[in-house]
């Protein structure tokens, strides 16, 4: 038998059956050969590998949030949206022009440009479902095969648009890297909150500023990035930071009930609560504006703790006790809050808890001289009698 002497004498010997076959339109990308296609991830898993030297480590927390977002699509089936992968030939392959078929040698590999925290995400689920597939063939768990199976079918066959590079080399890969991931911006502030809407706050949030009537009095910033037009007084960013203080007296960084998944009747019902305490808001403080310090964002969430504290006592959400405790409002110095420029200085955390402190510290020693009890019989905000029930 004759000795093989180079890559290319092994792979030409190579029967034609072990080739991998991706279909695709090829097409020229300044001056550098490339293929456009959509490949499931079970082939994406046999094709691909990581050079060192070109990417950077795996960021785990990164990893566990893709994983999380994909889990999204495999327990739910809810949309799920990838920016394209970039994978790099380094010469491999052939590119069949008459049936539009490019096709790789078994033994021959596309490495990684763009997409490895993606690759890893699918690929560490499809190892988790493999190995708790195991588990339960082991403990006869035949219903429990059957879920988990179903869920690796589903990401074996998830799409992925993918671009080859056919020409590139190892220097230019590493430049083509720099340049995708240095150059653009994430957005960020208010036009990233807006734009999730599947958590529980942000799609409470956006239903309350979108039908609720009350928060024509409030406007709210519903499209720039920053939420700093002259026009608005919230921001949608800091009316789900108010509802997360609100419900949970946490700040936004710390809350533990803005999931993915729950009930519309649970929204509507909250959205039943945040209108009366917005409507009590407007009643009880002076008329919403810029320059008024009880409006200003720092006083608003601190408020928004303050009131869950008063009304959770008992242990679900009483609303009787919110429409007592709120009355407190107009007897508030806020100008005493803050002394000197702390309200400018200290950092936003601190200048938050300040207010809170101040003003749970006020009410605790005032509320019963300053409310009255005919103030108890003052109309309240009532959305409709469903209304009356206390959440959990």
């Known amino acids: 038998m004759d000795s093989v002497t180079s890559l290319s004498e092994l792979l030409a010997v190579q029967k034609a059956s072990s080739y991998i076959e991706i279909p695709g339109a090829a097409s020229t990308t300044f001056g550098h050969k490339t293929l456009s296609t959509t490949l499931p991830m079970s082939k994406l898993f046999s094709i691909y590998e990581v050079d060192l030297e070109v990417q950077r480590s795996i960021v785990p927390q990164n990893l566990s949030k893709l994983m999380d977002y994909i889990m999204l699509y495999l327990d739910h089936m809810q949309g799920i949206y990838f920016p394209g992968l970039i994978l790099s030939a380094r010469g491999a392959g052939e590119y069949d022009d008459e049936h539009k078929v490019y096709r790789l040698q078994a033994i021959e590999k596309l490495y990684v440009v763009d997409g490895q925290h993606r690759l890893a995400a699918f690929r560490r689920l499809m190892e988790t479902l493999q190995s708790n597939m195991a588990r339960a063939k082991d403990r006869r768990e035949y219903d429990r095969m059957e879920e988990l199976a179903a869920k690796l079918s589903k990401l074996y066959a998830f799409p992925m648009s993918t671009m080859i590079y056919l020409d590139i080399n190892a220097r230019q890969e590493r430049q083509l890297f720099s340049d995708i991931n240095k150059l653009p911006r994430k957005i960020g502030g208010n036009l990233a909150v807006l734009r999730e809407q599947r958590r529980f706050y942000h799609v409470l949030a956006t239903q309350l500023a979108q039908s609720e009537p009350v928060m024509k009095n409030i406007p709210v910033d519903m499209f720039t990035e920053r939420g700093k037009g002259p026009e608005f007084l919230f921001s949608y960013h800091l009316l789900v930071e108010i509802l997360v203080g609100l419900f949970e007296g946490r700040l936004k960084s710390s ?27 407007l009643r009880h403080l002076p008329e919403p504006a810029k320059g008024e310090l009880c409006w200003t964002e720092n006083m608003q969430i601190a408020l928004a703790m303050f009131f869950h504290g008063e009304v959770t006592k008992s242990g679900g959400f009483n609303r009787y006790a919110l429409e007592y405790s709120m009355k407190i409002l107009p007897h508030i110095d806020w100008n005493a809050i803050f002394a000197g420029d702390e309200k400018d200085r200290l950092p936003r955390r601190s200048r938050i808890m300040k207010a809170y402190q101040h003003i749970s510290e006020f009410y605790q020693e005032h509320h019963m001289f300053l409310i009255r009890d005919d103030d108890l019989t003052e109309p309240a905000y009532v959305a409709d009698d469903s209304s009356k029930e206390d959440v959990g």
């Open 255 to 281: 809350a533990r009930n803005n999931g993915y998944y729950f009930e519309k009747a649970a929204v509507d019902e909250h959205h039943k609560l945040a209108a009366m305490y917005f409507d009590a808001l």
